[in-house]
């Protein structure tokens, strides 16, 4: 008697599977999750896309402004141009004309995970109207009740229902037919219960991988929201290759629970508890066990240090006494040379600008360490499940994870802090000497370096997605491994 | 049409098929067998009697190589079924108590998806050909086997076995919940089988389609083999008050 070759086998299990009303019952639902999740990802990005564009041209328009500005007043008037109506003045011009921004902009690949995005902005002006004491200024939160679900994101459907899909599809193989007696069928032909697992598992892993990784390329394409790939394509074929794996992983899990041989409905009890598991309660604790290794300072006490902050510099004594010593500081000799420099507005206002964000340094610092090893522990935390493994490497690759937005931030303060020192001495300058460049003319006209002055140099974290996603392959691959290894050691035996 | 039956050495048509020495099978405390002999050759159809519990199935679980003897020995065709199951079921066909097919599948898909797991690549005609051989109308062999009572199911297990060409075909109560027509049905296509050179075991508590199908019957007791009688020397109810007189020892 020939042994029943394996392709053969697969294929014929593969019809099965076909057969089945069920399988394309699971596909269409799939397809429509996928397709829905597509396109509200690539809605959120192309409005990502319009405020950066939108932000990008408000910057514009202000340098186009202020050029015009200059060309207006560099001829001589009655008409009287008050600082914070002259943005060619270094201080009028930084104050209250000048549109920067720091942006976030979208990684090609950011329809896959909504990640931060709904509760973390894409882009912040930078003010120097008011001083910030926070840079994580959250805004529009939007219903309470979604944000508790997660958004309906590709990162939710695939790392949530694709598995949930999968359990549906491969759950009962074997364990129904233990139950309605086909199994003794199976088992009392000349084959091993390896091979008849091997190809029923095999047959439902081609078909779930195929269905979910070709549904999630037709959504994507279908919801034509893929930046151009430049560069990012090894990351999309990592990524294809891990979500292709964490089907496969399932599919192993489902053989595992199969080898147990104790029935369909114990099997798929046993799977939906271990997706649960897996999925939510797993998370969760990694969630509170972050808590635990990165605990978040106190807020209450960094907005109780920035109003004692604004409190001592509000009483004029003490505000001059502060506003003295920095001038002092910045030019040793103004005291000679232009004893009213301290009462100069830019002047107090530079000099508190500078006393709030020392005195709230530390509290800064705090929180950008604690972001800092919140984030460290998320990526070390999160190898430890399968479904926060993927979700991980998802919002990298979307550029849309807790890490992103805490460099964002950060960088967000820098840049206000380096457009600050990119003015002072301009401003210094000018209020040294705070007479008219032009005789006559109605505006200052001592600044003109519109195009001087520096710009936000967005990151895009492309080494870091694409580390991610095979940190992220090469985990759920292990894991997919194990579990079967495991299978085929129980799997000696068909059950008597 | 008749499957051909491949020619075999002489020497091991000689051999029995099917050799069972002194096999014991114990489910923790209980002894299910206790010492079983049975030798089965070419051609022989032997007929396993006893109760419910007897140890009936248990010995075709041996068989098939599902269960380990825990003292003994179980060769089909010389090959040792604990160690080898695989081997030993590539000339045993299982006719299960309840056959059981994929509903969705028709008779024809399941006989092919069953031979497929044999390793055999049946064709769809040659598939109509063994379901009509095994008894199973034509116009029934392409409709869901939902639709399929307990006798249509079984002759596809029967076509499964003519596929199979196996030396050994084991069945398992396979007359209970048959109607009269259908089991008379039945034996004939287990006789013609027999004729051919395959060996039957079956597992049965019908002492009328004993008599009318089996060469030997075997009682079952104390988890061996007390009895071992040619059923045409005795008549119907000679058979069963042997049948009942082993029972009350049992009991007793
Ligand atoms: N897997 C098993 N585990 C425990 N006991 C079993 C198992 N299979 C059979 N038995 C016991 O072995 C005895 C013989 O069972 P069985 O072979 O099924 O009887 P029969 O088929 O003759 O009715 C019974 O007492 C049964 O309870
Ligand atoms: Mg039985």
Redesign the interface.
């Known amino acids: 008697?020939?042994?029943?070759?394996f392709p053969?086998?697969l294929g014929?299990e593969l019809r099965?599977i076909l057969?089945?009303r069920l399988t394309w019952a699971i596909i269409a639902a799939l397809l429509a999750a996928l397709c829905l999740a597509a396109w509200t990802g690539a809605d959120r990005v192309a409005r990502e896309r319009t405020a950066i564009a939108e932000a990008a041209d408000d910057s514009e328009r202000a340098v186009r402004e202020a050029r015009a500005a200059h060309e207006r007043y560099a001829k001589p008037s009655p008409i009287k141009v008050n600082y914070w109506q002259d943005p060619t003045d270094a201080f009028g011009f930084m104050t209250y004309f000048m549109a920067a921004y720091a942006v976030k902009p979208p990684t090609p690949l950011a329809l896959l995970a909504a990640g931060q995005s709904d509760v973390q902005p894409a882009v912040t002006k930078i003010s120097f109207g008011f001083s910030t004491v926070f840079d994580d200024t959250a805004y529009e939160l939007g219903s309470a009740a979604r944000l508790k679900l997660g958004p309906f994101d590709l990162a939710f459907v695939l790392v949530y229902l694709v598995p949930l899909a999968v359990i549906a599809l491969a759950g009962t193989r074997l364990s129904a037919e233990q139950d309605?007696?086909?199994l003794?069928?199976?088992?009392?032909?000349?084959?091993?219960p390896r091979r008849?697992a091997a190809a029923k598992f095999g047959a439902v892993a081609l078909v779930a991988v195929t269905g979910v990784v070709g549904g999630t390329g037709l959504a994507l394409a279908l919801a034509g929201g893929l930046g151009p790939l430049a560069g990012w394509e090894t990351t999309l074929a990592l990524l294809a290759a891990a979500l292709a794996t964490y089907v496969m992983l399932w599919v192993a899990v489902c053989a595992l629970v199969a080898s147990l041989w104790r029935g369909a409905v114990a099997a798929l009890a046993i799977l939906v508890l271990t997706w649960a598991g897996i999925t939510m309660v797993l998370p969760t604790g990694l969630g509170i066990a972050l808590d635990a290794l990165a605990p978040m300072p106190s807020r209450i006490a960094a907005i109780d240090a920035s109003r004692q902050a604004q409190a001592l510099f509000s009483t004029a004594e003490k505000g001059a006494r502060i506003t003295a010593a920095w001038a002092s500081r910045k030019v040793p000799d103004a005291a000679q040379h232009r004893p009213a420099l301290v009462e100069a507005p830019e002047i107090k206002r530079l000099a508190r600008d500078a006393f709030y964000d020392e005195a709230l340094a530390d509290h800064r610092e705090s929180w950008h360490e604690h972001a800092l090893a919140a984030s460290a522990w998320s990526r070390r935390l999160a190898l430890l499940s399968p479904a926060t493994i993927l979700a991980l490497a998802l919002e990298t690759a979307a550029g849309t994870d807790a890490g992103r937005h805490a460099d964002f931030l950060t960088a967000g303060g820098a840049y206000r802090r380096r457009l600050r020192t990119f003015f002072e001495p301009r401003i210094l300058a000018q209020a040294m000497n705070p007479v008219p460049v032009c005789a006559g003319c109605p505006a200052r006209l001592g600044f003109d370096a519109y195009d001087a002055v520096p710009a936000f140099e967005p990151a895009i974290p492309r080494a870091t997605a694409q580390r991610e996603a095979l940190v992220a392959l090469g985990c759920l691959l292990a894991g997919a491994l194990l579990l079967t290894a495991l299978t085929y050691r129980r799997l000696t035996?068909?059950?008597? | 049409m008749h499957i051909e039956q491949r020619e075999l050495p002489q020497a091991e048509a000689d051999n029995p098929v099917l050799a069972i020495r002194a096999a014991v099978k114990r489910f923790g405390a209980r002894t299910a067998l206790n010492g079983l002999d049975l030798t089965l050759r070419a051609g022989e159809v032997f007929a396993l009697l006893g109760p419910n519990g007897a140890g009936k199935t248990t010995t075709i679980n041996l068989i098939l190589g599902f269960l380990k003897p825990d003292a003994g020995a179980v060769q089909v065709c010389g090959i040792e079924a604990g160690s080898d199951p695989v081997g030993a079921r590539g000339h045993v066909a299982y006719i299960p108590e309840q056959v059981a097919l994929y509903p969705g599948l028709s008779g024809i898909e399941n006989l092919r998806y069953f031979a497929t797991l044999a390793g055999l690549d049946l064709s769809v005609d040659a598939s109509r050909r063994l379901l009509t051989e095994a008894g199973l109308p034509e116009e029934a062999q392409g409709r869901p086997a939902a639709s399929y009572s307990k006798g249509m199911r079984q002759k596809v297990g029967i076509a499964v076995a003519l596929a199979r060409q196996a030396r050994l075909l084991l069945l398992d109560e396979p007359t209970s919940g048959l109607d009269p027509s259908a089991a008379a049905d039945f034996s004939v296509t287990v006789r013609h089988a027999a004729e051919r050179g395959t060996a039957v075991l079956m597992a049965t508590h019908d002492l009328y389609r004993v008599r009318e199908m089996a060469d030997r019957v075997g009682v079952l007791s104390r988890g061996r083999i007390v009895e071992d009688i040619d059923p045409k020397t005795l008549d119907h109810v000679a058979l069963e008050h042997l049948y009942i007189e082993r029972l009350a020892e049992i009991t007793a």
Not at chain 1, 184 to 192: E, F, H, L, N, T
């Open positions: 008697m020939s042994v029943a070759r053969r086998l014929a099965l057969r089945e309605s007696g086909v003794r069928m199976i088992a009392a032909q000349p084959v091993g008849v035996e068909w059950p008597s």
